[in-house]
């Protein structure tokens, strides 16, 4: 009996699928590779996990764990074939408990839904990336998602407590718990979180809420230079200012949004611009806003437009949303390159994107996350006589970004995930002994190698 029969045989048609539809379905995410699985597997619970993964090792069959599929580094396409293993049916929010400041829920819970759940009842779950209306909790534990808050807030990691994993073997590790504070041996949690399906596949997680502040606040402003924006980066937390985020835009990205959207939503001299938004008690916030909007007019800032209504503050996400579309709407293919510098480097690394801009032609455009360092750095694909993406060139361009920033004390990923985009970078990015650390942790876990295989040069 093959390994596609016994699994059938166990689990049902409905689980296990091997039609054309689902294969093509579950063989890539939003990076441009993709492979065909031999099979796809539908499990509702951690159960039905356990009985995929014991056949899976029996027989010694390449697993790719899957989320939602919105991934921009093929961490999910299964270059080894075998079986796509998705948690999307496992949508379940199970608990979402105030008194304990926590929420219980299976790994195909949409992020977008399980804020929606928590701020019915007052509560918040904070970490928002952009594809937050799409991408699942599973998926966000297994890259370590972020988003604009986390400036303030932090990362995926700061909200995992509790989960359930289960091996590649089959067994079912439970790590963690549903308190705020556990000491209890190594730091398992934290292990999983970012580890890209590769030592185990989630199936229940126990997250941590707090208190939804009563009230935000938000503002947009240009500056006629690029390093202005990034002096006021600095100034706004030097002089005791953390806002929920803090976003900065290069000259190259508002030339494409002002084309797009409209000449008169950006001034035509901008060559910087800063969004930020803060919350908190409602009179605390006014005050806040007030003096932002006096430092940023000492700082020769134009265009200021401050927002406290929801619609006004949902006016400048939108605008921040333009951005990246601004940028598609050029033709060109955009190579979003999630790295993450210094924050003292913010004029440096746009330097160094002009530069290589000049010396090859192709446009290199930033824009992001200016609180934390994480800047959006995209390097649009440049289109040969057929109309083929000059992908060699643009390869060639991000090798350089990630040396300088590497060079610089940077990452080469802040959200994003290596997958199979990054990996050959990856050892030059973390080093030997790291890379030994990781590849003895990934035999521990996973001695046949199985889970997620290809990803990460492991």
Same mark, same amino acid.
């Given at each position: 009996?093959?390994?596609i029969s016994?699994?059938?045989?166990?689990?049902?048609?409905?689980?296990?699928?091997?039609?054309?539809?689902?294969?093509?379905?579950h %063989?890539?995410?939003?990076?441009?590779?993709?492979?065909?699985p031999?099979?796809?597997?539908?499990?509702?619970?951690?159960?039905?996990?356990?009985?995929?993964?014991?056949? %899976?090792?029996?027989?010694?069959?390449?697993?790719?764990?899957?989320?939602?599929?919105?991934?921009?580094?093929g961490?999910?396409v299964?270059?080894?074939?075998?079986?796509?293993?998705?948690t999307?049916?496992? &949508? $379940?929010?199970?608990?979402?408990?105030? !008194?304990?400041?926590?929420a219980?829920?299976?790994?195909?819970?949409?992020?977008?839904?399980?804020?929606?759940?928590?701020?019915?009842?007052?509560?918040?779950? @904070?970490?928002?990336?952009?594809?937050? $209306?799409?991408?699942?909790?599973?998926?966000?534990?297994a890259?370590?998602?972020?988003?604009?808050?986390?400036?303030k807030?932090?990362?995926?990691? !700061?909200?995992?407590?509790?989960? &359930?994993?289960?091996?590649?073997?089959g067994r079912v590790?439970?790590?963690g718990?549903?308190?705020?504070?556990n000491?209890?041996?190594?730091?398992?949690v934290?292990?999983?979180?970012?580890s890209?399906?590769m030592?185990?596949?989630?199936?229940?997680?126990?997250?941590?809420l707090i208190p939804?502040?009563p009230?935000?606040?938000?503002?947009?402003?240009?500056?006629?230079? #690029?390093a202005?924006?990034?002096?006021?980066?600095?100034r706004?937390l030097?002089a005791?200012?953390? @806002?929920?985020a803090?976003?900065?835009?290069?000259?190259f990205?508002?030339a494409a949004?002002?084309?797009?959207?409209?000449?008169?939503?950006?001034?035509?001299?901008?060559?910087?611009?800063?969004?930020?938004?803060?919350d908190?008690?409602p009179? !605390?916030?006014?005050?806040?806003?007030?003096?932002?909007?006096?430092?940023?007019?000492?700082?020769?800032?134009?265009?200021?437009?401050?927002?406290?209504?929801?619609?006004?503050?949902?006016e400048i996400?939108?605008?921040?949303?333009? #951005?990246?579309?601004?940028?598609?709407?050029?033709?060109?293919?955009?190579?979003?390159?999630?790295?993450v510098?210094?924050?003292?480097?913010?004029?440096?690394l746009?330097e160094?994107?002009?530069?290589?801009?000049?010396?090859?032609?192709?446009?290199? %455009?930033?824009?992001?996350?200016?609180?934390?360092?994480?800047?959006?750095? &995209?390097i649009?694909v440049?289109?040969?006589?057929?109309g &083929?993406?000059r992908?060699?060139?643009a390869?060639a361009?991000?090798?350089?970004?990630?040396a300088w920033?590497?060079?610089?004390?940077?990452?080469?990923?802040g959200?994003h995930?290596?997958?199979?985009?990054?990996?050959?970078?990856?050892p030059?990015?973390?080093?030997?002994?790291?890379?030994?650390?990781?590849?003895?942790l990934?035999?521990?876990?996973?001695?046949?190698?199985?889970?997620?295989?290809?990803?990460?040069?492991l």
């Amino acid at each position: 009996m093959s390994w596609i029969s016994e699994l059938k045989e166990q689990l049902g048609d409905a689980c296990i699928r091997t039609d054309a539809e689902a294969l093509q379905a579950h %063989a890539g995410d939003k990076w441009h590779a993709a492979v065909l699985p031999e099979a796809v597997a539908l499990p509702e619970s951690t159960e039905e996990v356990v009985r995929i993964l014991r056949v %899976a090792s029996a027989y010694g069959i390449p697993v790719t764990p899957r989320g939602a599929g919105v991934g921009y580094v093929g961490g999910c396409v299964p270059v080894h074939r075998g079986l796509v293993l998705s948690t999307a049916r496992m &949508n $379940k929010i199970l608990e979402i408990n105030p !008194a304990d400041g926590v929420a219980v829920v299976e790994p195909g819970v949409l992020t977008a839904d399980l804020q929606a759940a928590c701020a019915a009842q007052g509560w918040f779950y @904070p970490p928002d990336p952009a594809s937050r $209306k799409e991408s699942s909790i599973g998926g966000n534990i297994a890259t370590n998602a972020g988003g604009p808050r986390c400036l303030k807030y932090g990362v995926t990691r !700061a909200y995992v407590l509790g989960l &359930n994993v289960v091996l590649a073997d089959g067994r079912v590790l439970s790590c963690g718990g549903r308190t705020h504070k556990n000491k209890q041996g190594f730091d398992l949690v934290s292990l999983f979180c970012g580890s890209e399906g590769m030592l185990g596949v989630i199936t229940r997680a126990t997250l941590r809420l707090i208190p939804a502040p009563p009230a935000r606040a938000a503002l947009h402003a240009s500056f006629p230079r #690029f390093a202005l924006a990034a002096e006021a980066v600095q100034r706004i937390l030097q002089a005791g200012h953390l @806002p929920c985020a803090l976003e900065i835009t290069d000259a190259f990205t508002l030339a494409a949004a002002r084309r797009h959207m409209g000449g008169s939503v950006l001034p035509e001299a901008a060559e910087g611009h800063l969004i930020l938004e803060i919350d908190g008690q409602p009179e !605390a916030v006014r005050h806040e806003l007030q003096d932002l909007v006096a430092l940023l007019e000492g700082m020769g800032a134009v265009g200021i437009s401050p927002a406290l209504s929801e619609e006004a503050i949902e006016e400048i996400w939108q605008l921040r949303r333009g #951005f990246s579309e601004s940028l598609k709407a050029t033709g060109l293919t955009k190579l979003n390159e999630d790295i993450v510098i210094p924050r003292s480097r913010l004029v440096e690394l746009v330097e160094f994107c002009a530069q290589l801009q000049r010396e090859s032609g192709i446009p290199v %455009a930033c824009f992001g996350h200016s609180g934390d360092g994480n800047i959006h750095t &995209n390097i649009m694909v440049l289109k040969d006589e057929e109309g &083929n993406d000059r992908r060699d060139q643009a390869d060639a361009l991000v090798h350089r970004l990630f040396a300088w920033v590497l060079s610089r004390g940077g990452s080469i990923t802040g959200e994003h995930g290596i997958g199979l985009a990054k990996a050959r970078w990856f050892p030059s990015a973390v080093g030997s002994v790291a890379m030994e650390v990781h590849r003895s942790l990934k035999l521990a876990l996973d001695p046949q190698g199985i889970l997620n295989p290809g990803k990460m040069s492991l």
